[in-house]
């Protein structure tokens, strides 16, 4: 697991199972996203700008360059093929556009990748979201309503369901567009939200400082890990 601050500061890998601290990684900004290997992450810059970083030692391998705005939101596929920061979509290793997804009607509150990177999905601020192809750039679906105000999206690895971060998080089948479960805590609003590989565990960052832990099925809280930010909390990733 991964959290990082939404203002300026130190990012924290941590082990899920034990709530160890492993490792820190200095002057990041408000998101991350892991590769499924846990070698390398993707966070914002202190400068805007978006990074590939190799965890275990913390050091920038590229930058992605193209965005002339502040970079707000990252995925990364799963296996570190594909990066997105809004509507761009990235060779991670090389740091070169493969394209941009376009049709956006409102600025884009929410992004995430598929684990094998065929999949992207943006939300836009009036709740409504897209399911886009990565190799055509093709939208496939949109769906509406998936929450009365999205604050961060993410897939399973499998691509069939989908976390929405709001007023609670909140699990959607991809499928048939059914919710299949509702996530809450001590505060009611959650900033960001990852679901792990498998697809059996929940976790979201909170307005009370920390990101809490679920089991997907049973909607039992597992473990809480320290956030930083009292209004926004820790942005997380797994």
Request: hydrophobic share 40%; net charge positive; glycine share 12%.
């Amino acid at each position: 697991v991964v959290t990082a601050p939404e203002a300026t500061g130190p990012a924290f890998l941590w082990d899920a199972t034990t709530g160890k601290k492993l490792q820190t990684f200095d002057k990041v900004q408000r998101c991350v996203a892991l590769s499924r290997d846990g070698k390398h992450l993707v966070s914002v810059e202190p400068d805007g700008k978006a990074a590939l970083r190799e965890t275990q030692t913390g050091k920038v391998v590229h930058g992605f360059e193209a965005h002339k705005t502040t970079i707000w939101l990252v995925a990364l596929s799963a296996d570190g093929k594909y990066a997105l920061t809004g509507a761009i979509l990235w060779d991670a290793q090389t740091g070169k556009v493969v394209r941009t997804f376009r049709g956006h009607f409102s600025t884009i509150m929410g992004v995430a990748l598929s684990a094998d990177g065929a999949r992207a999905l943006t939300v836009c601020g009036e709740n409504t979201a897209f399911l886009w192809d990565t190799a055509s750039g093709k939208k496939l679906q949109t769906f509406q309503e998936y929450a009365d105000d999205v604050a961060g999206v993410a897939l399973s690895g499998d691509g069939k369901s989908l976390a929405v971060a709001g007023p609670g998080v909140h699990l959607w089948d991809l499928a048939n567009g059914k919710k299949t479960g509702t996530f809450r805590g001590q505060h009611a609003y959650f900033t960001t939200v990852a679901l792990s590989r498998e697809g059996k565990h929940v976790i979201a960052g909170s307005g009370s400082e920390e990101a809490i832990l679920w089991e997907a099925q049973s909607g039992k809280q597992l473990r809480t890990f320290p956030g930083f930010d009292a209004y926004f909390g820790p942005r997380v990733c797994v």
